[in-house]
């Protein structure tokens, strides 16, 4: 026996297991959701755990890790809750994505043989206090507590436990990772001038971060990248950006201003969403396109101005704005979604061109549409 096969266990009732020396490779979901395994004993020739190997095993308290261990998947052991021991071989080169996501691991060496990390391994472990790199590591760096991923110029995550202070991020920096910073306590953040990326979730939940400088340079704002920053008030966003993440901003509730840039082609869905102090937004001449429920339930909005340059409105974009009273809809329109502007104020009121797309949705949908000249 060369493997354990993609999900031979999942779901099993197990509460040991004992592998045997021949066994190179633990497949994807191999052991997943065994909620009641206490111990397993990998052998001594295993190289591969795969991506959610041992996902959900929520009663495992530790695991020894054999010296033979090349690669950690993606979710291997993500969700086993009680996992608190865990030990990263010196011959591991991969440790992937989320890979010990919400475990209790305190404490992490990594070793000098690791060659790339992915997208935060330690995302929600709250009781993680430490994390090091071993003498002669080239490849990650751990610099005030956060792990950098050197290659790529990257911050890959701050331990919860570390982040409830003010953080500067390391100067040379290009990538804000994705959830590097996910529910952190940050009440300050210092991004140096290099940074042109911030990953998905990057910010995710930092209710406590009351505003942020983006650089000039950073071009990529990711999916749910400030979602759910209840502290943050205004931000202005780079003219390198040209297009606004899924969900970047949602639920930034106390979120009152936003200067968008002038090279903005597109706002994802769900952006702004729940956004209920957002009083304004003004686009700029480039934007082509506001994705569904952009803007939905943004309850405190009373001024849009659209630019001639839109052709597409999504679902929902503006559903329930409830103090939305006016939109002037240019001619470019080409689409707009379902219920784009339901529940907005009862005292609606579209204009644009006679005959256009625009009056003929709003005809349709029951909406008062004033033509102008």
């Keep these: 026996m060369r493997a354990i096969a993609d999900s031979a266990f999942l779901w099993s009732s197990l509460e040991s297991v004992t592998l045997p020396g021949s066994v190179k490779t633990i497949e994807e ?5 065994c909620y009641d395994l206490l111990s397993a004993d990998l052998g001594g020739s295993v190289r591969e755990i795969g991506p959610r190997a041992f996902s959900f095993c929520i009663s495992l308290p530790e695991i020894a890790l054999p010296a033979s261990l090349e690669t950690i998947g993606d979710e291997a052991f993500a969700e086993s809750y009680e996992l ?3 030990n990263i071989p010196d011959a591991v080169v991969r440790i992937g994505d989320r890979a010990f996501q919400s475990t209790a691991v305190a404490e992490i060496v990594l070793p000098a043989s690791l060659q790339s990390v992915g997208a935060n391994p330690f995302y929600a472990c709250g009781q993680l206090a430490s994390v090091r790199t071993a003498p002669g590591s ?9 792990l950098y991923s050197l290659a790529d110029r990257r911050l890959v995550c701050l331990p919860l436990s570390l982040s409830a202070r003010d953080f500067t991020v390391s100067p040379g920096t290009r990538i804000i990772g994705e959830d590097a910073f996910a529910g952190a306590g940050l009440t300050g953040i210092v991004l140096p001038d290099s940074v042109a990326r911030i990953e ?3 910010f995710a939940g930092c209710g406590g971060l009351p505003e942020i400088r983006l650089p000039a340079p950073l071009a990529y704002i990711g999916d749910r990248a400030f979602s759910f920053c209840d502290a943050l008030v205004s931000v202005s966003l780079p003219d390198a950006v040209e297009r606004i993440g899924a969900e970047a901003f949602a639920g930034c509730y106390h979120l009152r201003e936003v200067k968008l840039p002038a090279s903005l082609a597109s706002v994802g869905d769900g952006a702004f969403a729940n956004c209920n ?4 937004i003004a686009f700029p001449p480039e934007t082509a396109m506001i994705g569904a429920r952009a803007f939905y339930q943004c309850t405190g909005l009373t001024a849009v101005s659209l630019p001639a340059s839109l052709t597409f ?3 929902e974009a503006f559903r329930a704005c409830l103090r939305l009273s006016f939109l002037a809809l240019p001619d470019s329109l080409e689409y707009i979604g379902a219920d784009a502007f339901r529940d907005c104020a009862p005292s609606l009121v579209c204009s644009g061109s006679c005959g256009g797309y625009a009056c003929l949705y709003c005809v349709e949908n029951g909406i008062p549409f004033v033509t102008v000249d």
Excluded: K, N, P
């Excluded at 979901?29 to 959701?33: H, I, K, L, P, Y």
């Excluded at 102090?277 to 304004?280: F, K, N, Q, R, V």
């Design 313 to 315: 409105i999504g679902d």
């Design 200 to 202: 998905s979730g990057a």
């Design 29 to 33: 979901s191999a052991f997943q959701a």
């Design 277 to 280: 102090a957002l009083e304004g």
């Design 84 to 86: 608190a021991s865990v």
């Design 138 to 146: 080239a490849a990650v760096a751990v610099e005030e507590g956060a």
